[in-house]
């Protein structure tokens, strides 16, 4: 049974492109973290509070405070929704692009895993597009 009643041949191709999405999402957030990390500067910032975004307030991104070694301070939203690991006040190292520096990273270790599970979601949706195009041509059962 497919998303359309039965296998659909849109249904692989709906799983390859989400894959290619959480692909492209996994590239852009590696691509930013090893920039930021390579030539970046240290900071000691603050979670100042959470922006919510949509009407039933389920994403929330910590807003991060903090001042650059130039003495500007710094108030923007962090890019990956984890405000489960974070409280409002809490400190934590932030390593900044000194040419943008509203283009950080938060240097914590537990937020890591955050970007690897768009590749690991990426991933489990090829498997799966593979396995709706093979059991189309009954190569295999469901």
Not at 2 to 31: E, K, T
Not at 73 to 95: P, R
């Amino acid at each position: 049974m497919g998303v359309f009643g039965p296998l659909h041949i849109l249904d692989p191709l709906i799983c390859f492109v989400l894959a290619a999405v959480c692909f492209a999402i996994y590239r852009n957030l590696l691509i930013k973290s090893r920039r930021v990390f390579a030539s970046g500067e240290q900071a000691e910032g603050w979670v100042s509070g959470f922006l919510e975004t949509y009407t039933d307030r389920t994403l929330k991104f910590p807003v991060i405070r903090f001042m650059t070694k130039d003495n500007h301070w710094i108030t923007a939203t962090y890019d990956v929704t984890t405000a489960w690991s974070f409280k409002k006040g809490q400190k934590l190292a932030v390593v900044y692009n000194k040419e943008n520096p509203e283009e950080f990273e938060v240097k914590e270790g537990s937020l890591a895993w955050v970007k690897y599970l768009f590749l690991v979601v990426g991933g489990a949706l090829v498997v799966f597009g593979t396995m709706l195009i093979l059991q189309s041509f009954s190569i295999i059962s469901l």
